[in-house]
């Protein structure tokens, strides 16, 4: 099956408050996401490809309520916390963080763990804290992977190397793979490559035989998981992504990137038919 996936990390912040948004406004940015998708993603064959969009949390609850019956469309997550609520244990004393349990009780099917941002705060954290060993990051995102596969979520676990890390990029990212997936159901987990040092302005992005080399490393490290390209799915790299057989679908996140920035349901679609060839 194919993958494709839409993170929208705080794409609903409006642009007179130095966003993006110019879709709707924000009491109704949720709904707009799925309502300007869902209707034109039928035509695809859900045992063939699934839809799924990470939202911010305050938007999943709008997003759910858009849902229309046998919607295409699965809702998921940014993030879970490391620990859950349970009957008879925690009631949920994790202020600002959100349990596995609840973000599956709001509509949400998936979640996002590990992306690449993720990642640099937790490094932030413990570096502040003066913890040097960094496999730490590694450690908690495992821990958050067993908490959203015990509410019933399937996850997005990214992995990827930064610039001083790619010489190295067999151990960083072997390591990123064994820790983060010790002791998980690696039947609803799907990986998602982020080549770090390559995103952003100015940076010259990875190329198709890059991209195959780790995504050969990832399926035999893992035992032939699904892997998507996190880096960026664009309109510019869907068929060239589409012609790598390791690759099985992509992360989309801005559908502009010259003159306005932001998410237009409309150019989401196009890079989704790219990528598809119909």
């Keep these: ?25 924000v009491k109704e940015w949720g709904a707009a996401v799925v309502g300007g998708t869902q209707e034109a993603l039928r035509k695809y064959d859900p045992a063939r490809v699934e839809f799924v969009q990470y939202l911010p949390e305050a938007h999943l609850l709008g997003a759910a309520a858009a849902l229309s019956e046998n919607s295409p469309v699965k809702l998921g997550s940014q993030g879970v916390y490391r620990m859950n609520t349970a009957v008879g244990g925690n009631f949920g004393a994790f202020t600002t963080n959100r349990p596995a349990s609840i973000v599956k009780a709001m509509g949400c099917a998936s979640t996002l763990i590990g992306h690449c941002e993720e990642r640099n705060d937790k490094k932030g954290v413990l570096a ?3 913890v040097t060993d960094m496999s730490a990051v590694n450690r908690l995102l495992n821990q958050e992977i067993k908490c959203a596969q015990d509410a019933g979520l399937t996850v997005l676990y990214c992995i990827g190397e930064t610039s001083e890390e790619q010489p190295q990029w067999e151990q960083v990212l072997g390591e990123q793979l064994d820790v983060g997936l010790d002791g998980v159901d690696k039947s609803r987990v799907v990986i998602g490559y982020e080549p770090v040092w390559s995103i952003g302005p100015g940076k010259t992005p990875a190329g198709k035989e890059y991209i195959t080399r780790i995504a050969r490393f990832v399926k ?3 035992g032939g ?20 057989e390791e690759i099985d679908g992509g992360l989309i996140a801005l559908t502009r990137f010259q003159g306005e920035i932001g998410f237009y349901p409309d150019e989401y679609l196009e890079i989704i038919r790219l990528y598809l060839g119909e």
């Design 225 to 244: 998981m699904d892997v998507v390209y996190g880096g960026g799915l664009k309109a510019d790299n869907a068929a060239m992504l589409a012609s790598i």
């Design 128 to 130: 502040e804290a003066g």
């Design 1 to 25: 099956m194919k993958h494709i996936y839409l993170n929208l990390k705080r794409f609903d912040v409006p642009v007179e408050l130095g966003g993006v948004n110019r879709l709707a406004p």
């Design 220 to 222: 035999e490290r893992t």
